[in-house]
C-alpha cells in the first residue's frame, strides 16, 4: 500500500442484474473506495446505509477488503439499489429506488467528521450522493474534492457545486465537441480548478488552466461497461496524488502538473479497460433480493 490515503463519501447501491438473478455491490463513491483499493492504496468510505440484506451485504463487502466504514451512518429503512440489464456488455440502467434512505436523511458532518477526513488525501464524491448542500462543509476540511457530475447537469448545477470542489469530471459521450468544450470551461469559470470530460471509447480530455490534453481510450473487448467511469475517475485521482509531491495535489499552474495529468490519464484509461472485463462495477457477486 501506498503513504497516502483516499476516501469516497456518498452513494452505496447494489446493482440489480435482472437478467441474471444476481447482483452486485456498487454506486460511485463506493465503487471509488473499492477501486482504490484495487490500485494498491489505503482507502475508506463515508456513506448511508439502510437496515436490510443489502445494507448488510455491502457491508460485508467492504469488511473483506479491508475498507474503513466506520464513520458511516445507518438508518431503519431500505438501502439504495439500481436495476441493470446488459446488451452486448453494455450496462442499461432500467430504473433505481433513489438511493433509498439515502434520499431521506441529511448528512449533518461534525466536527468529527472533517478530523476524520482531514487524513485523506483526496475526497471523492457524485451528484448521486445528495451532498451539494454540504460540500462547503467538507470544503473546510481543507482536502482537495473531486466531484462526478456524470451525465446530468446544468448550468444552475454548476453553480451549485462548482465553486466547492477542486476537480470536476464531466461523463460527455452523449454530447458534440463544441458542446463538450463548453460545459468544461462552464465547469473551470465556476470554480473547478481541474476538469476532465471521458466520451467512451473516443478517450477523454483535460482542462487545466488555458492547457486542453487528450488521452486515448485503451482498446478492450468489454465483458460489462458498469464502473468504466468510476475506474477512470479513482486510478486518475490515485495517479495524480502519486505523482504530486508530499502526495498533496498542488493545482496550480506549471508544466509539472500537466505531465501529471497526461500520466494520469494514461493510467485511467488503462485501468478502465481492464474493470470492463470485470462483471459488475468490481464483483462480489450475489443472489439477487
Known sequence: MNSFKVIGIGDNVVDKYVHQDIMYPGGNALNFSAYATMCGVESAY???????????YIQEVLD???????????????NGYA?????????KFLGSNKGGIAN??????????????????VIHTSLNSYIEQDLSVLKESGVTISYDFSVRWNDD?????CPHIDIAFLSCSHITAEEREREMRKAQHLGARLVVGTVGEEGSYALYGDQWLYQPAVSTEALDTMGAGDSYITAFLVELI??????????EDKDE??????????????????????NGAFGYSTPLV
Open 157 to 161: 448545477y454548476l453553480q451549485q457545486v
Open 64 to 78: 473483506e477488503m479491508k475498507i474503513d466504514h466506520s464513520h458511516s451512518r445507518s438508518y431503519e429503512g431500505e
Open 83 to 91: 436495476r441493470v440489464t446488459l446488451e452486448n456488455g453494455d450496462r
Open 46 to 56: 463515508l456513506g448511508k446505509f439502510g437496515s436490510d440484506v443489502v445494507a448488510r
Open 242 to 251: 502519486r505523482n504530486s509531491r508530499n502526495h498533496k495535489i498542488e493545482l
Open 257 to 278: 502538473l500537466l505531465q501529471q495529468i497526461k500520466a494520469s490519464m494514461d493510467k485511467g484509461a488503462e485501468f478502465a479497460a481492464k474493470i470492463c472485463r470485470v
Open 104 to 121: 431521506e436523511k441529511a448528512w449533518e458532518f461534525t466536527g468529527d467528521d472533517l478530523e476524520y477526513v482531514k487524513q485523506f488525501a
